[in-house]
Protein backbone atom coordinates (compact mmCIF):
# COMPACT_ATOMS: atom_id res chain seq x y z
CA UNK A 1 0.00 0.00 0.00
CA UNK A 2 2.81 2.51 1.17
CA UNK A 3 5.55 1.35 -2.35
CA UNK A 4 4.79 4.35 -4.37
CA UNK A 5 5.59 6.93 -1.10
CA UNK A 6 7.91 4.47 -0.31
CA UNK A 7 9.74 4.92 -3.90
CA UNK A 8 9.26 8.35 -3.27
CA UNK A 9 11.62 8.68 -0.55
CA UNK A 10 13.82 5.93 -2.38
CA UNK A 11 14.52 9.07 -5.01
CA UNK A 12 16.72 10.87 -2.50
CA UNK A 13 20.13 10.60 -2.73
CA UNK A 14 22.68 10.65 -0.06
CA UNK A 15 23.97 13.70 -2.50
CA UNK A 16 20.68 15.30 -1.87
CA UNK A 17 20.75 15.06 1.70
CA UNK A 18 23.95 16.46 1.93
CA UNK A 19 23.34 19.33 -0.44
CA UNK A 20 20.66 20.34 2.00
CA UNK A 21 21.88 19.52 5.14
CA UNK A 22 25.48 21.24 5.48
CA UNK A 23 24.14 24.64 4.38
CA UNK A 24 21.17 24.61 6.32
CA UNK A 25 22.68 23.31 9.92
CA UNK A 26 25.20 25.49 9.22
CA UNK A 27 23.03 28.31 8.49
CA UNK A 28 21.03 27.43 11.74
CA UNK A 29 24.25 27.22 14.17
CA UNK A 30 25.23 30.76 12.70
CA UNK A 31 22.33 32.22 13.52
CA UNK A 32 22.00 30.89 16.70
CA UNK A 33 24.99 31.46 17.81
CA UNK A 34 25.52 35.34 16.71
CA UNK A 35 22.15 35.42 18.38
CA UNK A 36 22.58 32.77 21.65
CA UNK A 37 22.52 36.13 24.45
CA UNK A 38 18.84 37.02 25.42
CA UNK A 39 18.72 40.33 24.18
CA UNK A 40 15.89 42.86 22.65
CA UNK A 41 15.90 42.38 18.85
CA UNK A 42 15.87 45.87 16.80
CA UNK A 43 14.03 46.37 12.91
CA UNK A 44 17.52 46.76 11.65
CA UNK A 45 18.83 43.18 13.43
CA UNK A 46 15.18 41.49 12.21
CA UNK A 47 15.19 42.83 8.38
CA UNK A 48 19.42 41.88 7.91
CA UNK A 49 18.72 38.62 9.10
CA UNK A 50 15.12 37.69 7.52
CA UNK A 51 17.14 39.07 4.16
CA UNK A 52 20.05 36.49 5.01
CA UNK A 53 17.48 34.00 5.19
CA UNK A 54 15.58 35.09 1.78
CA UNK A 55 19.05 34.65 0.16
CA UNK A 56 19.95 31.20 1.51
CA UNK A 57 16.33 30.22 0.68
CA UNK A 58 16.74 31.75 -2.84
CA UNK A 59 20.05 30.53 -3.46
CA UNK A 60 19.21 26.42 -2.77
CA UNK A 61 16.16 27.24 -5.31
CA UNK A 62 18.97 28.24 -7.81
CA UNK A 63 20.48 25.08 -7.43
CA UNK A 64 16.86 22.87 -7.82
CA UNK A 65 16.80 25.02 -10.98
CA UNK A 66 19.75 23.81 -12.41
CA UNK A 67 20.24 20.26 -10.90
CA UNK A 68 20.17 17.88 -13.48
CA UNK A 69 18.58 14.98 -10.97
CA UNK A 70 15.84 13.59 -9.81
CA UNK A 71 14.64 16.65 -7.67
CA UNK A 72 16.19 19.06 -10.16
CA UNK A 73 15.11 20.83 -13.26
CA UNK A 74 12.52 24.71 -13.74
CA UNK A 75 9.47 22.42 -12.91
CA UNK A 76 10.85 21.00 -9.50
CA UNK A 77 12.28 24.75 -9.00
CA UNK A 78 8.76 26.04 -9.23
CA UNK A 79 7.32 23.41 -7.03
CA UNK A 80 10.36 24.46 -4.37
CA UNK A 81 9.89 28.20 -4.50
CA UNK A 82 5.78 27.54 -4.30
CA UNK A 83 6.12 25.43 -1.25
CA UNK A 84 8.58 28.33 0.26
CA UNK A 85 6.09 31.13 -0.27
CA UNK A 86 3.33 28.97 1.09
CA UNK A 87 4.79 27.91 4.08
CA UNK A 88 5.65 31.72 4.74
CA UNK A 89 2.42 33.19 4.27
CA UNK A 90 0.89 30.10 6.22
CA UNK A 91 3.28 31.24 9.52
CA UNK A 92 1.82 35.07 9.49
CA UNK A 93 -1.41 33.66 11.36
CA UNK A 94 1.16 31.56 13.74
CA UNK A 95 3.41 34.46 14.24
CA UNK A 96 0.38 36.54 15.38
CA UNK A 97 -0.32 33.74 18.15
CA UNK A 98 2.99 33.62 19.12
CA UNK A 99 2.86 37.88 19.95
CA UNK A 100 -0.78 36.91 22.07
CA UNK A 101 1.19 34.30 23.76
CA UNK A 102 3.91 36.47 24.72
CA UNK A 103 1.36 39.16 25.60
CA UNK A 104 -0.47 36.76 27.83
CA UNK A 105 2.66 36.29 29.78
CA UNK A 106 3.51 40.17 29.90
CA UNK A 107 6.45 39.15 27.48
CA UNK A 108 5.52 42.44 25.15
CA UNK A 109 6.28 44.75 28.37
CA UNK A 110 9.28 46.92 27.45
CA UNK A 111 11.34 45.64 30.47
CA UNK A 112 10.47 41.60 29.59
CA UNK A 113 10.80 41.85 25.41
CA UNK A 114 14.11 40.52 25.03
CA UNK A 115 12.86 37.32 26.60
CA UNK A 116 11.13 36.96 23.40
CA UNK A 117 14.36 36.43 22.17
CA UNK A 118 15.33 34.02 24.20
CA UNK A 119 11.78 31.48 23.75
CA UNK A 120 11.79 31.62 20.02
CA UNK A 121 15.55 30.72 20.14
CA UNK A 122 14.43 27.63 21.03
CA UNK A 123 10.91 27.42 19.74
CA UNK A 124 12.40 27.64 16.17
CA UNK A 125 14.12 24.43 16.65
CA UNK A 126 11.37 22.88 17.96
CA UNK A 127 9.05 24.11 14.86
CA UNK A 128 11.91 22.70 12.75
CA UNK A 129 11.39 18.62 14.13
CA UNK A 130 7.96 19.53 14.12
CA UNK A 131 7.60 20.27 10.07
CA UNK A 132 10.37 17.72 9.71
CA UNK A 133 8.09 14.69 11.52
CA UNK A 134 4.53 15.83 9.84
CA UNK A 135 5.94 16.32 6.41
CA UNK A 136 7.37 13.25 6.74
CA UNK A 137 4.25 11.44 7.78
CA UNK A 138 2.27 13.47 4.86
CA UNK A 139 4.38 12.43 1.76
CA UNK A 140 4.57 9.03 3.09
CA UNK A 141 0.40 8.74 2.96
CA UNK A 142 -0.77 10.78 0.45
CA UNK A 143 -0.23 8.39 -2.54
CA UNK A 144 -2.24 5.66 -0.11
CA UNK A 145 -5.60 6.66 -1.58
CA UNK A 146 -7.08 9.23 -3.36
CA UNK A 147 -9.64 9.96 -0.54
CA UNK A 148 -6.34 10.74 1.68
CA UNK A 149 -5.94 14.22 -0.79
CA UNK A 150 -10.15 14.94 0.13
CA UNK A 151 -9.63 14.22 3.55
CA UNK A 152 -6.43 16.83 3.52
CA UNK A 153 -8.84 19.29 1.67
CA UNK A 154 -11.44 18.87 4.68
CA UNK A 155 -8.71 19.88 7.30
CA UNK A 156 -7.71 22.73 5.01
CA UNK A 157 -11.35 23.88 4.86
CA UNK A 158 -11.10 23.90 8.86
CA UNK A 159 -8.19 25.73 9.18
CA UNK A 160 -9.96 28.68 7.03
CA UNK A 161 -13.19 28.34 9.32
CA UNK A 162 -10.98 28.30 11.64
CA UNK A 163 -9.26 31.47 10.83
CA UNK A 164 -12.65 33.38 9.29
CA UNK A 165 -13.92 32.29 13.23
CA UNK A 166 -10.64 33.61 15.11
CA UNK A 167 -10.36 37.44 13.40
CA UNK A 168 -14.69 38.01 14.17
CA UNK A 169 -13.67 37.20 17.93
CA UNK A 170 -12.18 40.41 19.75
CA UNK A 171 -11.63 38.74 22.04
CA UNK A 172 -8.14 37.77 23.31
CA UNK A 173 -7.29 34.25 24.82
CA UNK A 174 -5.51 34.00 28.65
CA UNK A 175 -2.55 31.69 27.30
CA UNK A 176 -1.40 31.38 30.44
CA UNK A 177 -4.56 29.20 31.21
CA UNK A 178 -3.79 27.24 27.89
CA UNK A 179 -4.20 23.61 28.69
CA UNK A 180 -0.60 22.57 28.24
CA UNK A 181 0.55 25.22 30.55
CA UNK A 182 -2.49 23.79 33.15
CA UNK A 183 -0.73 20.53 32.75
CA UNK A 184 2.83 21.18 33.16
CA UNK A 185 1.70 22.99 36.38
CA UNK A 186 0.04 20.26 37.82
CA UNK A 187 2.97 17.86 37.41
CA UNK A 188 5.81 20.44 38.20
CA UNK A 189 6.64 22.72 40.70
CA UNK A 190 6.51 26.65 39.35
CA UNK A 191 8.55 29.28 39.76
CA UNK A 192 6.46 32.57 38.94
CA UNK A 193 9.18 35.00 38.80
CA UNK A 194 11.22 35.48 35.70
CA UNK A 195 14.11 37.52 37.14
CA UNK A 196 16.55 35.00 36.69
CA UNK A 197 15.90 35.14 32.89
CA UNK A 198 16.14 31.11 33.11
CA UNK A 199 13.71 28.43 31.84
CA UNK A 200 14.31 26.41 35.51
CA UNK A 201 14.91 28.46 38.95
CA UNK A 202 13.66 26.97 41.90
CA UNK A 203 10.70 24.97 39.40
CA UNK A 204 9.42 26.16 35.97
CA UNK A 205 9.24 30.08 35.49
CA UNK A 206 6.80 31.29 33.43
CA UNK A 207 9.85 31.31 30.60
CA UNK A 208 9.52 28.21 30.12
CA UNK A 209 5.61 28.00 30.63
CA UNK A 210 5.77 30.55 27.38
CA UNK A 211 7.96 27.83 25.15
CA UNK A 212 5.72 25.03 26.24
CA UNK A 213 2.83 27.08 24.98
CA UNK A 214 4.40 28.29 22.00
CA UNK A 215 5.74 24.76 21.04
CA UNK A 216 2.03 22.89 21.24
CA UNK A 217 0.48 25.83 19.12
CA UNK A 218 3.36 25.00 16.54
CA UNK A 219 2.66 21.51 16.64
CA UNK A 220 -0.65 22.26 15.78
CA UNK A 221 0.42 24.61 13.33
CA UNK A 222 2.43 22.27 11.57
CA UNK A 223 -0.70 19.71 11.55
CA UNK A 224 -3.10 22.16 9.77
CA UNK A 225 -0.26 23.30 7.16
CA UNK A 226 1.10 20.10 6.27
CA UNK A 227 -1.71 19.01 3.84
CA UNK A 228 -1.41 22.77 2.13
CA UNK A 229 2.53 22.06 1.61
CA UNK A 230 1.92 18.17 0.35
CA UNK A 231 -1.28 19.26 -2.00
CA UNK A 232 1.09 21.70 -3.98
CA UNK A 233 4.49 19.93 -3.47
CA UNK A 234 4.11 16.28 -3.77
CA UNK A 235 7.51 15.44 -4.05
CA UNK A 236 9.22 14.91 -0.22
CA UNK A 237 12.63 15.91 -0.69
CA UNK A 238 10.94 19.30 -2.39
CA UNK A 239 8.19 19.76 0.56
CA UNK A 240 10.73 18.90 3.64
CA UNK A 241 13.68 21.24 2.12
CA UNK A 242 11.65 24.36 1.29
CA UNK A 243 9.19 24.06 4.31
CA UNK A 244 12.50 23.44 6.60
CA UNK A 245 14.46 26.82 5.35
CA UNK A 246 10.89 28.76 5.53
CA UNK A 247 10.79 27.72 8.78
CA UNK A 248 14.34 28.63 9.95
CA UNK A 249 13.93 31.85 9.25
CA UNK A 250 10.42 32.37 11.35
CA UNK A 251 12.63 34.18 14.49
CA UNK A 252 13.55 37.43 12.38
CA UNK A 253 10.26 37.05 10.70
CA UNK A 254 8.07 37.46 13.71
CA UNK A 255 9.93 40.78 15.09
CA UNK A 256 9.16 42.19 11.42
CA UNK A 257 5.79 40.97 11.40
CA UNK A 258 5.02 42.20 15.12
CA UNK A 259 6.67 45.84 13.90
CA UNK A 260 4.06 46.28 10.79
CA UNK A 261 1.57 43.80 11.81
CA UNK A 262 -0.91 47.14 11.77
CA UNK A 263 0.45 47.54 8.16
CA UNK A 264 -0.53 44.40 6.06
CA UNK A 265 -3.81 44.12 7.91
CA UNK A 266 -5.38 42.12 4.62
CA UNK A 267 -2.60 39.01 4.19
CA UNK A 268 -4.39 36.96 6.77
CA UNK A 269 -7.38 37.52 4.23
CA UNK A 270 -5.22 36.37 1.21
CA UNK A 271 -3.98 33.51 3.23
CA UNK A 272 -7.47 32.54 3.53
CA UNK A 273 -7.99 32.76 0.10
CA UNK A 274 -5.02 30.84 -1.13
CA UNK A 275 -6.33 27.92 1.10
CA UNK A 276 -9.10 27.44 -0.50
CA UNK A 277 -7.30 27.57 -3.91
CA UNK A 278 -5.40 24.47 -2.25
CA UNK A 279 -8.63 22.45 -1.35
CA UNK A 280 -10.28 22.76 -4.40
CA UNK A 281 -6.92 21.95 -5.59
CA UNK A 282 -6.30 18.77 -3.22
CA UNK A 283 -10.25 17.64 -4.39
CA UNK A 284 -8.92 17.83 -8.21
CA UNK A 285 -6.07 15.67 -7.36
CA UNK A 286 -8.03 12.85 -5.76
CA UNK A 287 -10.00 12.74 -9.10
CA UNK A 288 -6.84 12.87 -11.39
CA UNK A 289 -6.68 16.96 -12.45
CA UNK A 290 -3.38 18.08 -11.91
CA UNK A 291 -3.27 22.21 -12.22
CA UNK A 292 0.51 22.74 -13.57
CA UNK A 293 2.92 23.94 -11.13
CA UNK A 294 4.03 27.29 -12.81
CA UNK A 295 0.19 27.76 -12.67
CA UNK A 296 0.22 27.25 -8.71
CA UNK A 297 3.11 29.18 -8.22
CA UNK A 298 1.63 31.93 -10.22
CA UNK A 299 -2.06 31.89 -7.99
CA UNK A 300 0.21 32.06 -4.93
CA UNK A 301 2.36 34.96 -5.88
CA UNK A 302 -0.89 36.98 -7.14
CA UNK A 303 -3.29 36.44 -4.19
CA UNK A 304 -0.63 37.09 -1.87
CA UNK A 305 0.87 40.25 -4.06
CA UNK A 306 -3.01 41.72 -3.90
CA UNK A 307 -3.01 40.87 -0.29
CA UNK A 308 -0.02 43.36 0.03
CA UNK A 309 -1.03 45.61 -2.41
CA UNK A 310 -4.61 46.06 -0.63
CA UNK A 311 -3.22 46.72 2.49
CA UNK A 312 -0.94 49.49 1.12
CA UNK A 313 -3.79 51.34 -0.47
CA UNK A 314 -6.80 50.44 1.48
CA UNK A 315 -6.83 51.48 5.33
CA UNK A 316 -7.71 48.65 8.12
CA UNK A 317 -11.31 48.57 8.90
CA UNK A 318 -10.78 49.20 12.09
CA UNK A 319 -8.40 52.39 11.27
CA UNK A 320 -11.33 53.57 9.34
CA UNK A 321 -14.21 53.30 12.55
CA UNK A 322 -11.65 54.92 15.24
CA UNK A 323 -11.18 57.96 12.37
CA UNK A 324 -15.06 58.32 12.07
CA UNK A 325 -15.45 57.90 15.73
CA UNK A 326 -12.99 60.95 16.42
CA UNK A 327 -15.13 62.86 14.27
CA UNK A 328 -18.21 62.56 15.85
CA UNK A 329 -16.66 63.32 18.89
CA UNK A 330 -14.98 66.69 17.43
CA UNK A 331 -18.02 67.96 15.88
CA UNK A 332 -19.99 70.06 18.20
Not at 31 to 41: S, V
Not at 198 to 208: A, E, I, Y
Amino acid sequence: MFENSLSAFAGISFQDVMVFLIPFVAAVLIDLLTHRKGHKITMGNALFWSIIWVVCSLAFGVYIWFHKGAHGGPENASLYFTGYVLEKALALDNLFAFYLIFKSFGLTQDQNQHYQHRILYWGILGAIVFRLFFLGFGALIVNVSPFVLILFALVVLWTVWKMWKSGEDDEEVDYTNHWSVLMVRKFTKTNPSIESGHFFSHGVTPLFLCLICIEVCDVIFAFDSMPVIVAVVRDPYLMITSSLWAAAGLRSLYFLLIAAQNLFWALDKAVMVLLIFVSFKLIGSAFGYHLPNAVSLTIVGLVLATGVIWSLAVKAPEEGEDEKKAENTDTP
